[in-house]
T-cell receptor, first 113, second 114 residues
């Protein structure tokens, strides 16, 4: 069965510091993508970053980057120079070939002033 | 583009009442999804659709029905609401099944069943 696990229910980080959110997954597929979504207090889910499994280079979007380790099936999100606006729930997601997305249970991140 | 919109944003029902949640997208997406979000459980898929006129069950379909009569709309119905259906409901859409296509989400509907 395909699964996505986020083992950190809550985390906090000081403003301007760096934080890493963990995600592990399990799949037998060879070519796939992985996503991180952000859900701020407003509830609107937005895409943060995506990673293609075939690409060895880790994806980067401004202050957000991933550490993708395919063999270990690990897909962590690093947020650099954390800002108050980064306070949100973060979900790791895996779109399976059965048309569905599989989401982790989320990590609630609080950025402290 | 409005993206994905949901109606209503909030609703309070009494046990046994019925209601329909409307999801609309203006991006010409084939795939549409209904999720519920409960504390500590992430997003759970209720039903989904891979095109106009099609629907399929997700992981928690009991107590819900859906219809996709038009490509841009995906309706979620509760025939007889129960307190266990108190949740935040999200609609999402996606252009195709290709793995790099992300899902676009609506703003959510907070439903309380008394």
């Amino acid at each position: 069965a395909q699964t996505v696990t986020q083992s950190q229910p809550e985390m906090s980080v000081q403003e301007a510091e760096t934080v890493t959110l963990s995600c592990t997954y399990d799949t037998s597929e060879n070519n796939y993508y992985l996503f991180w979504y952000k859900q701020p207090p407003s509830r609107q889910m937005i895409l943060v970053i995506r990673q293609e499994a075939y690409k060895q280079q880790n994806a980067t979007e401004n202050r957000f980057s991933v550490n993708f380790q395919k063999a270990a099936k690990s897909f962590s999100l690093k947020i650099s120079d954390s800002q108050l606006g980064d306070t949100a729930m973060y979900f790791c997601a895996f779109p399976s070939q059965t048309y569905k997305y599989i989401f982790g249970t989320g990590t609630r991140l609080k950025v402290l002033a | 583009n409005a993206g994905v919109t949901q109606t209503p944003k909030f609703r309070v029902l009494k046990t046994g009442q019925s209601m329909t949640l409307l999801c609309a997208q203006d991006m010409n997406h084939e795939y549409m999804y209904w999720y519920r979000q409960d504390p500590g459980m992430g997003l759970r898929l209720i039903h989904y659709s891979v095109g106009e006129g099609t629907t399929a069950k997700g992981e928690v379909p009991d107590g819900y029905n859906v219809s996709r009569l038009k490509k841009q709309n995906f309706l979620l119905g509760l025939e007889s609401a129960a307190p266990s259906q108190t949740s935040v409901y999200f609609c999402a859409s996606r252009f195709s099944e290709l793995p790099y296509n992300e899902q676009f989400f609506g703003p959510g509907t907070r439903l309380t069943v008394l």
